[in-house]
């Protein structure tokens, strides 16, 4: 079964035993974690497929939780020129990294 799921504002493509790392949940290591909002399943030959209408009533992709963590930072560098204006400062998105358990209908 494949599944598109979507949360923390993006949608992924998903199989049973796939390993993501999704925008922050508040959750523990761990623990499982069920996505709501699937906006289609179908069989991985494309024989069969419910498509949402935004989404697909009673459906639920069900995870793991393997860990909670924070991206590489990224460094941001604002400059203007003739003012002596410069500023330098860095970010580091924090992730949930989630493995795929089931796929239900």
Known sequence: MIAVIKT?????K????????VEK???EEGKPVSFE???LIASEDGATAQIG????KGAIVEATV?????????MVRKFKAKV????????RQPFTEVQI???SA
């Open 8 to 12: 923390g504002g993006k949608q992924y």
């Open 14 to 21: 998903v199989q049973e035993g796939d390993t993501l790392r």
């Open 25 to 27: 949940l508040l959750t």
């Open 37 to 39: 909002d699937v906006l």
């Open 53 to 56: 209408a935004p989404t697909i």
């Open 66 to 74: 393997l860990k909670q963590g924070r991206a590489k930072k990224v």
């Open 84 to 91: 002596r204006y410069s500023r330098t400062y860095g970010h």
């Open 101 to 103: 358990t089931k796929i």
